[in-house]
């Protein structure tokens, strides 16, 4: 029998144009939403209920672009010019990572997510079978592609794509459909024109979309008209990429013709403003892509490089920093900022049914604990969730209408073991 | 008899140059850290012991610009122009204030500060015996002064230098030498040119520091040049105020000489990246300031344009914009910016026994509980405080050799009621 149970007394964040939050009850049965609204809703008198006082629900977050397994790297290697840190620290490290080394680094960032309200995370990596394997335990929805860099001979590309494809076939739908998968060419300069070419083709023969790193730096782009003579969007555009639904990460220098082009092509944006700052790789143009239509939304990159994965910082961030730099304190208004890592995360990701909280969509939501200074006096709690709230406030989180994560517990994953298999790790790597 | 007490098997940020953490005791006797480093201390035979394991002691934040009881105005207008917020939200309401509306601001204020790790903080306001008296009570140490405006009739003038006088005169020293004071122009804009030598001769003659907001906005600055022909650090200098040690709060808008002017007159800069980025005024320019020599601190600013008093997110936003802004990936390391939330603090503040974990100095310092997710593998403990940390993750705080925060509860305030008291103060400026 489906579970039906109502949450009464809470505040909840819907986000319309004109009423943000409601304050009153949610219905959910089985793993959907089935009514939101200030009146008690009829034909309830059996369900179970949950006491919404003092909580603030919003949609679970959606992290739209990660390295989840890079988690056992955070802090080797911080304040280094990007070469250095990628060729003396990342790489090396990264060419030792086993199955094992990717398990323990994706259920540390598994768990980190979850207990920070993110509950969807985009993850492009290698050994995807672990990471897939984690986020069905977990109970965590994810979007998994296998990243796939072609600076290699004509054979091992294909045993990579191959690997991507039967990855994609293979998890694609599965875990109750909480994971979906994607075809992800690493880069335009990691990846060969024709490699390219191959994966938009097999995006296409999986209908699956695609997702690649665009832009991140200004010396990529030189790179990419140097060796191609157009820049990077024009190049992923003649090799067909845009002809699938597509998702950029960073996209950080961009002109304004190439912000046209992906609204033009629908492609969306993951912006990635931890990473951007620290990697001093720039501040991305926002408030000109969502100008133009284009969806933007946001990611915490691998914790390398942020070093947490609390989407609370990248929702502020990306609330604060583009006002701090175009001189315009409306540029990114709080309500846009969350919609940012919720509604247009879930479109990011080709996911139309979690994202927002409305009847009708899965049921993956988390509650804030509003009983602190912080959250004071109770003015807009939009406001308070955006430029207030960090992950720690999370007080309980649900995904697909089961609960994760119960007063700042994670019910699915065993904690204890994975951050000290995580650190044991790190320490095998190190050894190694 | 003075308490003694040890602690063992900690980790400490001692944040010198050649080695940033300490693993091993702190010894606390009194007020006071006596002992710190790797080895057992002789003669502690009998001393009580505190289980240090799983925890990254820090010296206690230290928040050099703020307006406590301006949390009373959280979310009530956000992402609105300057002007506007000011005078339609922020100015009518503040005119509305009451000294109990400034005692349970700043206590809400507080609270939010010492459970997020802060143990010392600037404010700058009115009402500031009812803010004294919370300091008091709660046991953080703070730097006190009321800050005054000119744009009113000499009488007015006078009345309110003289209340800033008593105010000093009363308050500094008191509290077991928590308390210190200040004497503050609000501003160049705020103030005319003879009220703000009149202030400079009081602080000359109680021998006290000055702070003053300068150069926040471009507007200002040019306003500044209009009125008075130069820009404001030189108008600040022919007034005499660099001839008192002095903190200026923002100073986002420098040239490359008024830089120079700062450092020669040994003037330090509050640097508040948060309120900043929020109200649109720009990006300081701080890693010329530091190696010009300036001490560079952060503050909040008041919770109406921040949001939070959150200092770790200060200290983040001061390692992070200043690279995606510069370029450079090595301005502002994790270090660094740790420095400015703590021991340039002090400085800042003039005063020279906090901000730093070092036999001699006053035990001012906090705990945070790296048994977490976010704070694995254990690589680089001060990049983890720097770019992974939060304010809840302070589990215990202690100023003046006391412990005022013990596993996430306030041990000298009220909470319950002051969140309560909080809202119905902000509730009644609504209704008045």
Known sequence: MTRKWLIKDGTFAVLHQEQTVIRGYMLIEGDRITYIGQERPEGVEGAETFDGKGLLFLPGLINTHGHAAMSLLRGYGDDMVLQEWLQQKMWPMEAKFTGEDVRWGTALSVIEMLKSGTTTFLDMYDHMDQVASVVEQSGIRAVLTRGVIGLCPPEEQQRKLDEAVLFARNWHGKANGRITTMMSPHAPYTCPPDYIEKIVQAAHDLDLPLHTHMSETLAEVEQNVRDYGVRPAQHLLNLGLFSRPSLLAHAVHLTDEEIAMLAEHRVAVSHNPGSNLKLASGV?????????????????????????????????????????????????????????????????????????????????????????????????????????????????????????????????????????????????????
Chains 1, 2 share one sequence.
């Open 284 to 432: 991305a143009r926002v408030p000109e892509l969502l100008r133009a239509g284009v969806t933007v939304s946001l990611g915490t990159d691998g914790a390398a490089s942020n070093n947490n994965l609390d989407m609370f910082e990248e929702i502020r961030l990306a609330a604060l920093i583009h006002k701090g730099v175009t001189g315009d304190p409306t540029a990114i208004p709080a309500a846009e900022a969350l919609r940012m890592g919720t509604e247009y995360g879930a479109k990011s990701l080709f996911l139309d049914e979690t994202g927002v909280l409305a009847a009708g969509m899965k049921a993956d939501f988390i509650a804030l604990n509003l009983k602190q200074a912080h959250f004071l006096p109770k003015t807009d709690y939009i406001s308070h969730a955006v430029y207030s709230a960090a992950g720690q406030d999370v007080e309980h989180v649900w995904v697909d209408g089961k609960q994760v994560v119960k007063s700042r517990e994670c019910l699915t994953l065993d904690e204890e073991k994975i951050l000290f298999e995580a650190q044991r790790a790190f320490e095998g790597l190190l050894a190694r």
